[in-house]
């Protein structure tokens, strides 16, 4: 019987597509573009960091992204412009749903896995006025390997304290959804823009186009 629900963060509580309008702003044109690569470069660095053993906090991953993006795109920066955009990470908004299904399932333990350092979650989270509705907030800083690294969710169940089949965890990031099912939990795919399903040999056992259908699942 599911108790405690486990949510990704970026892309699954928070629009991470929201920083192109602060690229857009600084980059007219090329907002869209900017925040795509930005996005894809941040996750091949986890990745790869994991890889090589050569793990450094969200923070500077989430630097060293930016940096190349605006390399590869051709774009001048300043110090400035870099914090300014990066800043953008720490209030990206809550997608509309969230707050009212959080509230609907008070009667569970409600817990963060993300690879977003401590200070950036529990500020993003303060700042979308939702640190209420969490009963705990992990970064994969704690044991220095990002997700899908089976030590990542590891974490996630030691804090949670209950059995593997007690947990749903809940992404909106298909290869997330495949570490995760892989680890052992129940897993929620949030696809809100009908992506097709990454074929790394596992499926999610709950696909919902937005959080509000996970209540149905869970009673």
Not at 119 to 133: G, W
Request: glycine residues 4%.
């Amino acid at each position: 019987m599911i108790n405690t629900v486990v949510f990704d963060a970026y892309g699954t509580l928070f629009d991470v597509n929201s920083v192109s309008r602060v690229c857009e702003k600084l980059y007219p044109g090329n907002g869209k573009i900017i925040s795509r690569v930005w996005r894809q470069k941040q996750l091949e660095y986890t990745w790869l960091r994991s890889l090589m053993g050569r793990y450094i906090d969200f923070e500077q991953v989430n630097r060293d992204a930016l940096r190349f993006t605006l390399n590869q795109l051709g774009k001048n920066y300043t110090n400035a412009i870099i914090d300014t955009l990066l800043d953008s990470y720490l209030t990206l908004p809550s997608y509309p749903e969230v707050e009212s299904t959080l509230k609907l399932l008070t009667s569970l333990r409600r817990m963060i896995l993300s690879d977003g350092t401590e200070k950036m979650l529990q500020t993003m989270v303060r700042n979308a006025k939702l640190e209420l509705y969490f009963d705990q907030i992990l970064s994969v800083d704690r044991v220095q390997v990002y997700k899908p690294d089976p030590r990542a969710y590891e974490f996630a169940l030691t804090a949670a304290n209950v059995p593997k089949e007690d947990i749903l965890f809940v992404s909106s990031n298909g290869w997330d959804i495949a570490g995760s099912k892989s680890f052992g939990f129940n897993v929620a795919w949030v696809n809100r823009v009908e992506k097709p399903m990454e074929e790394l040999g596992e499926r999610p056992d709950f696909i919902v186009s937005n959080l509000t259908e996970l209540i149905q699942i869970i009673n």
